[in-house]
Nanobody, 122 residues
Framework: QVQVVESGGGLVQAGGSLRLSCVVS????????MGWYHQAPGKQRELVAS????????NYADSVKGRFAISRDNAKNTVYLQMNSLKPDDTAVYFC???????????????WGQGTQVTVSS
C-alpha cells in the first residue's frame, strides 16, 4: 500500500510564492524519481519539474525555469516545489508523481497524488 499526498496549494496574487509538498508513504523500497505536473481546464497534463534519486538531477519546463525549484528530502520521503514569481498562467491543478519499487529487483510503479489547486490572480 502506497500513499501520495500533496499539500500547499491555494490562492495567491501574481508575483507571489507558494511551496507545494508531496509525501509518499507505505510499502516503498526505492524511489527512483519524483515530479510535479499541472493540468489546466481543457488542457493536457504537463510536466513542470522532476528530480531523480539522490536529488542531483533536475528537469524543468521552459515556462518555469528561473522561477520554480524542485527539491527532495529523502529522509522524509518528501518532494517540494517552490514556486516564485507566480503568474496567472500557472493556475492549474498540480499533481505529484512518484516512480518507485516496492521490493528488491521489483518492477517500477507510478503513483499519482490527488492534486492540489493553485490559483494565481492578476
Amino acid at each position: 500500500q502506497v500513499q501520495v499526498v500533496e499539500s500547499g496549494g491555494g490562492l495567491v496574487q501574481a508575483g507571489g510564492s507558494l511551496r507545494l509538498s508531496c509525501v509518499v508513504s507505505g510499502s516503498v523500497f526505492s524511489v527512483t524519481s519524483m515530479g510535479w505536473y499541472h493540468q489546466a481546464p481543457g488542457k493536457q497534463r504537463e510536466l513542470v519539474a522532476s528530480i531523480t534519486s539522490g536529488g542531483g538531477v533536475t528537469n524543468y519546463a521552459d515556462s518555469v525555469k528561473g522561477r520554480f525549484a524542485i527539491s527532495r528530502d529523502n529522509a522524509k520521503n518528501t518532494v517540494y516545489l517552490q514556486m516564485n514569481s507566480l503568474k496567472p498562467d500557472d493556475t492549474a491543478v498540480y499533481f505529484c508523481n512518484v516512480q518507485l519499487t516496492t521490493r528488491y529487483a521489483g518492477p517500477t510503479y507510478s503513483y499519482w497524488g490527488q492534486g492540489t489547486q493553485v490559483t494565481v490572480s492578476s
